[in-house]
């Protein structure tokens, strides 16, 4: 079986943390928005990318994983609020559960996620790594 990498281009906000900011309010989005939800019709969003560093908010380890995710099991899941403000669901690696406490600093980087159908189609994303103090 051969294995393929995804175009990573084709979604850049998946692989490079790249939201939008209004520049009317100053408020960040992740992901992208056409219309800020603050201002409406008088915001102008601009694309942003994101530093990629952050904190934990909430975290769980996973044990029953969906379809895909069964070989890295268990694995952390985290709420990351971004420097920036926003916040996203992703998974944190190279670490143990004790490891991770509410307010661990994180950073961004940037993974194989999943390997999809017979031909072994490789996803890649963004998955965020403790900082160490």
């Known amino acids: 079986m051969t294995r393929i990498a995804?175009?990573?281009?084709?979604?850049?906000?998946?692989?490079?943390?790249?939201?939008?900011?209004?520049?009317?309010?100053?408020?960040y989005y992740f992901p992208p928005r056409i219309i800020c939800p603050k201002c409406r019709r008088k915001g102008k969003?601009?694309?942003?990318?994101?530093?990629?560093?952050?904190?934990?908010?909430?975290?769980?380890?996973?044990?029953?994983p969906l379809r895909g995710f069964e070989n890295i099991k268990p694995y952390i899941l985290a709420i990351i609020k971004l420097k920036e403000g926003p916040s996203l669901t992703a998974q944190i690696i190279d670490c143990k559960m004790n490891d991770v406490k509410i307010g661990s600093k994180v950073k961004s980087i940037f993974r194989k996620i999943v390997e999809e159908g017979d031909e072994g189609v490789i996803l890649y994303g963004y998955k965020f790594k403790l900082v160490k103090d």
């Not at 530093?51 to 908010?57: A, I, Q, S």
Request: proline share 2%; glycine share 8%.
């Open 45 to 64: 969003m601009d694309e942003y990318k994101f530093c990629g560093e952050g904190e934990v908010m909430s975290y769980t380890e996973i044990y029953s």
């Open 6 to 27: 995804l175009n990573w281009r084709k979604i850049p906000q998946r692989y490079n943390l790249i939201g939008t900011q209004c520049v009317t309010c100053e408020t």
